[in-house]
Structure formats: C-alpha cells, structure tokens
C-alpha cells in the first residue's frame, strides 16, 4: 500500500522567511503533483513533476522531485500572507497509464504566513 | 468556463435514506474520480473512471457505488448512508489527450448523515 507523508503538518512563518514541506511517499512513482486548497475552497493544481531530478518554479514557490529517495519538496522563498493555505501532494500509483489514475494524497500541510 | 459542477453543495439527511452527488464537467475529459477529505486524513480516492462505462475503485470504495454512463457526467450514490460517511467530497477529472494533466477539482459537497 502506497504511503504518503508530509511534513510539517502545519506551519507558521514570518512573513520574508524561506521555508520547505517535504514528501515523502513509500513506492516507485515518477508523477508527483502539488496542489493548494484555501480554507472551505476546493484544491488548485500548483505543479506536475515527471521525472527524477524535475523542478518547478511558480512566483515564491519551487518544487522538486527525486524518486531515488521517493522525495518531493515544496520551497517558499520570502513568504507573503497570500500564501497561506493548506498544500497537499499526491502520488499517482499508475504511472504506466497516460493520464493520473490512483491517487494518493498527503495528509496535508497547512501554512499559516503572520505578519 | 471550463469547470466541474457538484450538486448539492451542502446536505444534510438521515441515516438509510439514498442519496446521489451529482457530478459534471464541461472539458470533454475522459477521465473523473471522487475523493472525500476527512481532517488528519487528506483527500482518499472513493473511485475513478478512466473513461465511459470504465469504472474502478479507489482506497476507500465501501458504501458508495458510481457510473459512468455519459463522459460528462459521473454520480456518486450512497445507497443507504451512515454516519461514518459525513465528510467534505470532492469530484475531479482530467484528459488522456495530454499527458499528465493535473486533475481539476469541483467546489466540493459537504454531507452530514445523522
């Protein structure tokens, strides 16, 4: 069974500090996605990354995959307070198939950006 | 716009009594899936269609049943709800036709059985 593990949990930064979540997840993938839910909104595609060594840069966020150590990170670089929600990545368990099929979703991280 | 529609948004209903969310997009999408997202516990995949009368299920498939009789549309039915399934249920979807897509999410159902 496919595992997925984020970390932290929730995290509360300054606004213009630099901080990173983690993903870790328990098998062979090489599909990762990222995604932002805001509080009582439905989730918004952040990042797809495919392949080992992938890396993604969006305004203060960066994410990065390395399916040798079954690692995907989300840097935020000099937080503002619009970042704050809750992100989660998931794991397609299928990577065979064109298209993502079995996902499996982190338990989430939630960021809270004080000023 | 290019979006997926849930309905109802909110419910609240009784134990036994059936009950369909139902579930539409307008991108021509040939795949679709249901998550509910319980607290600490993330989003669980319920089912997926990967394309019409192509149906599988996810992680936690136990007291739900679906279809896929239309490419739009994809109805998540509980056919005699319980308690235990009081969550927050999101309808995705996403395309063959470019790889790797990310999935598109709806605004979610939220569903308490008493």
């Known amino acids: 069974e496919l595992k997925v593990e984020q970390n932290p949990l929730f995290l509360s930064m300054q606004e213009g500090k630099n901080y990173t979540i983690y993903c870790n997840y328990s098998?062979?993938?090489?599909?990762l996605y990222w995604y932002r839910q805001d509080p009582g909104k439905s989730l918004e595609s952040l990042f797809v990354?495919?392949?080992?060594?992938a890396v993604k840069q969006e305004g203060r966020l960066m994410a990065s995959l390395d399916t040798k150590a079954r690692l995907s990170t989300l840097h935020i670089t000099a937080a503002v307070h619009d970042l704050s929600a809750t992100y989660f990545c998931a794991v397609d368990m299928n990577p065979r198939t064109g298209t993502a099929s079995k996902l499996t979703f982190g338990t989430g991280t939630r960021l809270q950006v004080t000023l | 716009e290019a979006q997926v529609t849930q309905n109802p948004r909110y419910l609240i209903t009784v134990t036994g009594k059936k009950l369909t969310v139902t579930c539409s997009q307008n991108m021509n999408h040939e795949y679709m899936s249901w998550y509910r997202q319980d607290p600490g516990l993330g989003l669980r995949q319920i089912y997926y269609s990967m394309n019409v009368e192509v149906t599988d299920k996810g992680d936690v498939p136990e007291g739900y049943k679906v279809s896929r009789k239309e490419k739009r549309n994809f109805p998540l039915i509980l056919e005699s709800p319980s308690p235990n399934q009081t969550s927050l249920y999101f309808c995705a979807s996403s395309t063959h036709r470019t790889p790797n897509q990310p999935q598109h999410f709806g605004d979610g159902t939220r569903l308490s059985i008493l």
């Open positions: 990354l495919l392949s080992n060594g």
């Open positions: 098998t062979t993938s090489d599909r």
